[in-house]
């Protein structure tokens, strides 16, 4: 298949990478490092020079790809100059997931899991410079590659070992890390992989028209149409690696116009596999905001989902979810990953200075949450 687009110089990948990231703080206040602060305090452990997230407030760990979601919310907490959000923090994070899961990650199989944390570990080692995180990152992608792209459907990644699909949720993030490996490799043959996945995904799931991304399609040739917060904003964010500005805001328009209620990001429930997919959608999204220059075209609509977050949040801890249609429940003990969507859009936005104030009581505007939810 005739390439969509040329590869991108490694020059221009590591200027888009080294742009100067927004701050949180607002005027006389910083609520990106006041949730950050409440985050760690709630599910942040340390057993020695290993740390790592608990699944809720009281117990567990967070399971494989939401620990390295929550890696990432840490590293772009770090890379907008949260308090806090230090680099031994990242190590330590780092570390505590090879304790829990391990350098090899070939027993996992599930391809987009991988992905996810290989992005993790080498944004890791952008932000530490520690270059057993790279090559950790390098090894499972090359690992993956092996096992998951064949000529089936024209190329692309299987979402699993069981090679039943070829879905967003892995190509998307497998373009991002291919891009993030030519840059901390210093490779272009991993730039040329980060085009094939763009070119797959535009071809198979991307709908040019309305900027819909499909969920899979299964080797039978059957497209899954349903299109989410999350495998928006992955396509987005490699649309944005590769200069492709277009489909990138052609995605972002059918986010803001399809996949919202009262202007807010679409809601996931909570406890669930879903409930993080919003913070996902505005790591890439605001990304592509700044590096495009799209504030005018953006910026007020994803201002209202961070002031949302922001009014959300509940007295007793300042912990805020991920249903910002209601102010977080006063009584449920909460899952680490139901907490990155507000922690996400806080930290990378600020919080508008009417806003600042105000508590989640204040906000006439949220339907109130039901008791005990």
């Known amino acids: 298949m005739k390439s969509l687009v040329s590869s991108v110089s490694l020059l221009l990948i590591t200027l888009l990478l080294s742009l100067p990231r927004p701050t949180a703080a607002a005027a006389g206040s910083n609520p990106g490092g006041e949730l950050f602060a409440a985050y760690v305090a709630n599910f942040y452990v340390l057993q020695g020079a290993n740390?790592?997230?608990?699944?809720?407030?009281?117990?567990?760990?967070?399971d494989f790809w939401e620990?390295?979601?929550e890696i990432e919310t840490v590293i772009d907490a770090h890379e907008a100059s949260c308090p806090g959000a230090d680099t031994p923090l990242i190590s330590q994070l780092l570390d505590g997931f090879t304790a829990k899961n391990g350098t090899n990650w070939s027993n996992n199989i599930y391809n987009d899991d991988c992905m996810w944390a290989s992005i993790a570990f080498s944004r890791?080692?952008?932000?530490?410079?520690?270059?057993?995180?790279?090559?950790?990152?390098?090894?499972?992608?090359?690992?993956?590659?092996?096992?998951a792209w064949d000529n089936v459907l024209g190329g692309g990644f299987y979402w699993s070992?069981?090679?039943?699909?070829?879905?967003?949720?892995?190509?998307?993030?497998?373009?991002?890390?291919?891009?993030?490996?030519?840059?901390?490799?210093?490779?272009?043959?991993?730039?040329?992989?980060?085009?094939?996945?763009?070119n797959w995904e535009r071809a198979h799931l991307f709908n040019p028209t309305n900027g819909a991304v499909a969920d899979s399609q299964e080797t039978n040739g059957i497209v899954h149409g349903w299109a989410s917060t999350y495998n928006q904003g992955t396509f987005i964010?490699?649309?944005?690696?590769?200069?492709?500005?277009?489909?990138?805001?052609?995605?972002?328009?059918?986010?803001?116009?399809?996949?919202?209620?009262?202007?807010?990001l679409q809601q996931y429930g909570v406890a669930g596999n879903n409930s993080g997919f919003n913070a996902i959608f505005l790591r890439w999204m605001v990304r592509f905001v700044r590096e495009r220059g799209m504030e005018n075209r953006y910026l007020t609509w994803l201002q209202d989902n961070a002031d949302a977050a922001w009014l959300d949040r509940r007295p007793s801890d300042d912990l805020s979810w991920c249903q910002w249609l209601r102010p977080t429940s006063r009584t449920r003990v909460l899952h680490s990953w139901d907490c990155t969507p507000s922690l996400e859009a806080v930290v990378l936005l600020g919080v508008t200075p009417v806003n600042l104030s105000k508590t989640s009581a204040s906000a006439a505007n949220l339907i109130p949450s039901s008791p005990g939810k």
């Open 51 to 62: 740390g790592w997230f608990k699944k809720t407030q009281t117990n567990g760990v967070a």
């Open 67 to 69: 620990l390295a979601e």
């Open 124 to 147: 890791g080692y952008l932000n530490t410079g520690n270059e057993r995180y790279r090559t950790i990152a390098r090894w499972n992608f090359d690992m993956v590659y092996a096992r």
């Open 161 to 198: 070992t069981a090679n039943g699909s070829k879905n967003a949720c892995v190509n998307g993030p497998a373009g991002i890390a291919a891009t993030l490996l030519a840059q901390t490799c210093h490779d272009p043959a991993y730039q040329v992989k980060a085009v094939g996945f763009y």
């Open 237 to 264: 964010g490699l649309a944005n690696f590769l200069g492709q500005t277009n489909d990138a805001a052609l995605a972002a328009d059918f986010t803001r116009d399809h996949l919202t209620r009262q202007g807010l």
